[in-house]
């Protein structure tokens, strides 16, 4: 270091008290109450660290609680939907075995099975049903097999062996199809 920089840093140095002004300057007793507020200060400032802590974990808990119950009651009010189809399919087993007429039989089963599907879209879950010769989407579709077609195009969906669902943009289930492709030319 330069002088004038030496001299400029060590006048910005406040001096440390001599050992006999220490003495004389402060009062032990002045030192203590100093010492005492500090120590109340501390105490206060850590006692209201504990209770933030305190309130943080009781927020965690409460909205893990909250989570959970709404979870149920989701589960619980999309449930609750299919009782009646339950019902019903009980009803119809029951029938089964002395049914006279098994086309009527038949029809009711299939009103059943209407009344699942309208279950289903009263939860705001549509079907992914794509048509054959759709071509494979594997954002919606997941391919089961692929099946060489000299009639079909490369891609191309053959048929649905189950269809998919989706709630509004989120596929629930693919649609699981099969998949025509090109035989593979043998130009040798």
């Not at 006048?11 to 500090?38: F, I, N, V, Y």
């Not at 939860?123 to 579709?141: C, L, Q, S, Y």
């Not at 089961?144 to 709630?167: P, T, W």
């Amino acid at each position: 270091m330069t002088d004038t920089r030496k001299q400029a840093h060590d006048e910005s140095m406040p001096e440390p008290p001599a050992a006999g002004d220490a003495e004389s300057s402060a009062d032990p007793e002045a030192l203590r109450a100093e010492l005492e507020q500090a120590r109340a200060q501390a105490d206060e400032y850590l006692d209201g660290w504990k209770r933030t802590q305190a309130e943080l974990v009781n927020y965690r808990k409460r909205v893990e609680r909250d989570a959970a119950e709404a979870r149920i009651s989701a589960a619980g009010q999309a449930s609750a939907r299919w009782f009646a189809v339950l019902d019903d399919f009980e009803r119809a087993l029951k029938e089964r075995s002395t049914a006279q007429n098994l086309a009527q039989w038949a029809d009711g089963v299939e009103l059943i099975y209407r009344k699942g599907v309208a279950a289903i879209e009263a939860e705001g879950i549509t079907p992914i049903e794509p048509a054959p010769g759709t071509v494979f989407d594997p954002n919606v579709h997941e391919a089961l097999s692929r099946e060489m077609c000299a009639d079909r195009g490369d891609g191309e969906i053959l048929e649905v062996v189950h269809r998919g669902y989706r709630m509004g943009e989120r596929v629930l289930r693919p649609a699981q199809v099969r998949v025509a492709c090109k035989p593979e030319s043998n130009s040798q």
